[in-house]
């Protein structure tokens, strides 16, 4: 069935380091993939989000490109702000069988910046 | 900017109470979801709906029901909460027939059963 993987937490930077979370899922077909962002006592929200291969999301000074040879989606931003520290989490949409459109989470990376 | 709401933000309870968590969508959605945290963040989808008197079962099995009566309103219940209910409960609510249809998540109630 479909998965996604993301590189497990948590993850300490300085304020303006580059930042690369990864993503990387399983799925039949060609799922739309997002990422959504969880800040502390917050329910999660949409970052970006890629609806086909080469497709690049961003928002934020965030990015991160849909990549089918390699089925990943890794997230990135330049220069991290102390206002980034949250939860990051990647998912994909289910394309088939009974739970079609729901989405299938990885389990999140906690980003913590220190100033 | 999303027109989802959930009640009660905190809850502290004992346990056998019988409980209902609020969600509510002004978006006027046809799908809705809820999901269950874990303390190590992890998301499980345990109840969605395709609309009014829809309701399926999630990946997670919960003992919690849901019903849906009107498009706007999908509350949970839990007939005897117990320790390990403890948890954060976040609804969600999308759109229904597109495949990258955004999720649009409520604040989340945080549960605590003693």
């Known amino acids: 069935g479909n998965s996604v993987t993301q590189m497990e937490g948590p993850v300490t930077l300085s304020e303006e380091a580059f930042l690369t979370i990864n993503c990387t899922y399983t799925a039949t077909g060609y799922p739309s993939l997002f990422w959504y962002v969880q800040y502390p006592g917050e329910g999660l929200q949409l970052l970006l989000k890629a609806t086909k291969a080469d497709d690049k999301g961003s928002n934020k000074g965030f990015e991160a490109t849909y990549r089918k040879e390699t089925t990943s989606f890794h997230l990135e931003k330049g220069s991290v702000q102390v206002s980034d520290s949250a939860v990051y989490f990647c998912?994909?949409?289910?394309?088939?069988?009974?739970?079609?459109?729901?989405?299938?989470f990885g389990k999140g990376t906690k980003l913590s910046v220190k100033p | 900017e999303a027109d989802i709401y959930q009640t009660p933000r905190y809850l502290v309870i004992g346990t056998g109470k019988k409980i209902t968590l609020e969600c509510s969508q002004t978006?006027?959605?046809?799908?809705m979801y809820w999901y269950q945290q874990d303390p190590g963040m992890e998301l499980h989808l345990i109840h969605y709906?395709?609309?009014?008197?829809?309701?399926e079962k999630g990946d997670l099995s919960s003992e919690s029901t849901v019903s849906r009566i009107r498009t706007e309103h999908f509350p949970l219940t839990l007939e005897s909460a117990r320790p390990s209910h403890t948890s954060q409960y976040l609804c969600a609510s999308s759109e229904w027939g597109r495949t990258s249809q955004t999720q649009y998540f409520g604040p989340g109630t945080r549960l605590t059963v003693l």
């Open positions: 978006m006027g959605h046809d799908k």
């Open positions: 709906s395709y609309g009014v008197n829809s309701t």
């Open positions: 998912a994909l949409i289910q394309n088939y069988g009974g739970s079609q459109g729901n989405l299938i």
